[in-house]
């Protein structure tokens, strides 16, 4: 069995994630499961489109776990901001996102492991039960937290330029465009309610991530 998670970014397919899954069908490898991305057969232009397409094209039985937005992008990517500055500085205007605890993903991983015959070549969006905007995320942080948090969503240039300046790398840069700008301007993403039916328990929910979190987001 091969446990693949989600690749850091699109170079990493060709070096990578080719010969991995070049190795699995000489190793005879009998089952995959990739944690990919919430819709990602609609959208050719991230990597793990074409990492799905090549396990599928590869005949090894899998399961693809596509989760939505990562609620712990708060306590890593975007925790700078939210600790320093008191705000979340993303370019996503009022677009509305599925969210994910990881410990939803983890659960589901886990289930999926232990009774694998069961979901041989299916694939799984994993989010939560509410759909959000980032404004209304910081409405949920500022009233947990009791901490005033607010929302600026800037154009790409002057995100481009803060982040610049912050010294984040490119390619991050280009990553969280391509998580937060493009949406706008995309269908909304669905709420499932596949990680209830796999595990058996309801997904945590934004509230409940935050205050299990709230040491790591208030100073």
């Known amino acids: 069995m091969l446990f693949l998670v989600r690749p850091p970014q699109i170079s990493a397919v060709k070096k990578y994630f080719v010969p991995l899954i070049e190795s699995a069908i000489q190793l005879k490898i009998k089952h995959i499961i990739f944690l990919s991305v919430q819709g990602v057969e609609k959208s050719k232009i991230i990597p793990h489109h074409k990492i799905e397409k090549l396990i599928v094209a590869s005949k090894i039985p899998y399961t693809f776990l596509r989760p939505a937005y990562f609620m ?3 306590t890593t990517t975007l925790k700078n901001d939210l600790l320093n500055k008191k705000r979340i500085y993303l370019p996503a205007g009022n677009a509305k996102f599925t969210l994910v605890d990881v410990r939803d993903i983890g659960n589901v991983a886990a289930t999926v492991l232990t009774n694998v015959a069961k979901h041989i070549n299916k694939s799984y969006e994993l ?6 905007s980032f404004n209304e995320m910081a409405e949920k942080l ?3 937290l009791g901490v005033k948090i607010k929302y600026e969503s800037p154009n790409l240039l002057h995100f481009y330029r803060t982040k610049h300046k912050e010294n984040t790398p490119f390619m991050l840069i280009v990553v969280l465009i391509m998580l937060h700008y493009f949406p706008r301007f995309q269908k909304e993403p669905a709420i499932t309610n596949c990680v209830k039916e796999i595990t058996g328990i309801e997904p945590i929910s934004f509230e409940t991530f935050i205050k299990d979190n709230k040491t790591l987001l208030v100073l």
């Open 72 to 74: 712990q992008n708060f």
């Open 127 to 132: 989010t939560s039960n509410k759909k959000l």
């Open 142 to 144: 500022s009233d947990v």
